[in-house]
């Protein structure tokens, strides 16, 4: 990430974080909302600024209060005493923020050098601009190899995990541009990269999550876990060390549609109900403050994720949507029907049942077609058997079939062939 783009990237984020709603409840919410609006919007603007970012050497702090002293019109446009008492609260708290949390960890001689080679390696220090981020996914990805290891191998050793390195892209400026289709195309979006070395073992998995300072804000903020856990759990833990991995297809139903629906689960453990929790890793302030908001703000970014009605959508859109509803029916099958014994607890009883299921499947590398036929098949046979009696002859081949241990060609051949037999019977 070039440096120029990174500051005022960091410029936006700083705004986003510090003028999140509602920020002083006391005073007129619809007020201090529209102020910090038209402060987000002048914030981060290239116009008259750009040797200020270019400039060698130069701390975010300082470009945060040459861009507070070149906003002052907006505090001169305010009539009311009280809205500019405001606007200077809100100077106040992004100069605090800056000066206490970003470049304060670079004295000692390892600030930014406008060398992109040397100053990305800097962002994962946890004092620096970026911060906030870097934390949410350092204390997610070490949740979801917590949930791996306690809930994907309950019968088994734990498996040697692929290594996960993180990354950001800036893509875009902070103004101007073509506009994007939606809230979130283009503002906010991530891959998974992977780079295997079968030879001796080894696995890495390169997660990158891209910004476009143009429309980033405090939402986009707030879906930032969502889509940190997307590409963990359907992703960067995927398949075996040892053995080269290949990307899935774009509009493949199991690795985008049903683990998609596995990982908001999994997200809804971790952040919003928080009954997964290692101590490697301190949870970050900004997971445990805004939980219920992240929560809503992901299934927000999940609903438009699955929308086919916009011009230039509906494919691979509807075949995610087949692996979501299959994962459902699995889930909804598990819970209700192999966990019931723990009447308080099924519902958490059928998410480890899930995630176990969801990670053999991963772990077995189908192919595009394997995995498609796997999670509608999976989705059908559950789909038939939720209808049936607790304990009955058909729910425990189900659950039997779901957790075979057949190589995966013979294990397909049976699950067709088991739900061949539901239909006629």
Known sequence: MPLPQLKRLVLRLIAVEELRPPLLPRLDPDRAAKIADQIRAEFVDETGNERGFEAAGTSVEALVEAQLERIANVRKLMRDKTDRALFRRFAKLLTERSKKSLCSGCTHGDACKDDPAHDDSLLDHPGLCIGTINKCFKFICAQ????????????SPAQEWPQIRFSREFVGGPAGGSPVASRYRGAL????????????????????????????????????PWVITHELVCHAFQGRVGATRMSCESDCPFFEGWMDEVAALVLDAIVVRGIVQTGKVEQPDFLIQNSSLIGKESQDFRDWRYRTHEPKRGFPEKKWDQGRNAATWAFD????????????????????????????IQR????????????LTLGSLAAFAVVRPSGSKQVEQVRSLMFSTL????????LVAAETRLQDS
Do not use: M
């Open 144 to 155: 979801v190899a917590v949930i791996h290891e306690q809930w994907a191998f309950q019968e």
């Open 189 to 224: 979006s991530a891959e998974t990269v992977f780079d295997d070395q079968p030879a001796p073992g080894q696995a890495l998995s390169k997660v990158t999550v891209r910004f476009d300072g143009r429309h980033f804000d405090w939402n986009c903020l707030l879906a930032v």
């Open 333 to 360: 099958f598990l819970r209700r029907k192999i966990a019931p014994q723990h009447p308080a607890l099924n519902y958490d009883e059928g998410l480890k049942l899930l995630v176990r299921l969801s990670v053999s």
């Open 364 to 375: 077995r590398d189908p192919d595009k077609y394997d995995a498609e036929a796997i999670a």
């Open 407 to 414: 190589e995966t060609r013979a294990w397909l051949a049976a």
